[in-house]
């Protein structure tokens, strides 16, 4: 993921953009990701991704319970986005917004 956010700020250097987002679907647990190796807590914390969206992979779960990524980003910049600031980005599904450096 560290290499991914170096490459990204590359491109957006070589674009002349101040940067480019990030962003993760990951599965609807923690633990779920922890097993399948994506270390989310660490990506939030050293600010790799601009925003994260739990979700089941095989279906859209529209109430998926995220609770333990909204306790992770409260120890953190990101925050979770209101429902009307997604109906923007035609996203209908909880998201973490990790505004990273």
């Avoid at 993760?24 to 190796?37: H, K, M, T």
């Avoid at 925003?51 to 925050?79: G, H, I, Y």
């Amino acid at each position: 993921m560290r290499l991914l956010r170096e490459q990204l700020s590359l491109a957006a250097r070589r674009r002349t953009r101040g940067s480019l987002l990030l962003g993760v679907r990951v599965p609807s647990s923690l633990a779920e990701c922890d097993i399948l190796g994506y270390d989310v807590k660490a990506w939030i914390r050293a600010g790799l991704v601009d925003f994260v969206t739990p979700a089941d992979f095989w279906s859209t779960d529209f109430v998926a319970r995220t609770e333990e990524f909204v306790d992770l980003a409260k120890q953190t910049s990101c925050s979770r986005e209101s429902d009307a600031e997604l109906e923007n980005l035609w996203i209908s599904m909880p998201v973490l917004s990790c505004h990273s450096a």
